[in-house]
Nanobody, 120 residues
């Protein structure tokens, strides 16, 4: 079993910054991609950013230039540095990881989410 634990959410004023962290633990052989998704009330969950094990990144157009995703492979941890936050960034942010377990099952795991609220 694999667990993803997010942290770093909170309340911030528009223009401010937050740094989200997500640590994966458990029966992990390797992690391919790790990413962040978000879901606002009444909306579908959407991709925010993803990073591969090799460090290649992809961002939603709405966050390009403001958010930076990174990872520490030794710690099985992914980060999302969010700068220049806007009220429309308000959402629950979910960590996602494509994990190959030690018994070689490839499974996508989700964290429970961390709430980011940006005031205007």
């Amino acid at each position: 079993q694999v667990q993803l634990v997010e942290s770093g959410g909170g309340l911030v004023q528009a223009g401010g910054s937050l740094r989200l962290s997500c640590a994966a633990s458990g029966s992990i052989f390797s992690i391919n991609a790790m990413g962040w998704y978000r879901q606002a009330p009444g909306k579908q969950r959407e991709l925010v950013a993803v990073i591969t094990s090799g460090g290649r990144t992809n961002y939603a157009d709405s966050v390009k230039g403001r958010f930076t995703i990174s990872r520490d492979n030794a710690k099985n941890t992914v980060y999302l540095q969010m700068n220049g936050l806007k009220p429309e960034d308000t959402a629950t942010y979910y960590c996602n990881a494509e994990v190959t377990t030690r018994n070689y099952y490839k499974i996508t795991y989700w964290g429970k989410g961390t709430l980011v609220t940006v005031s205007s």
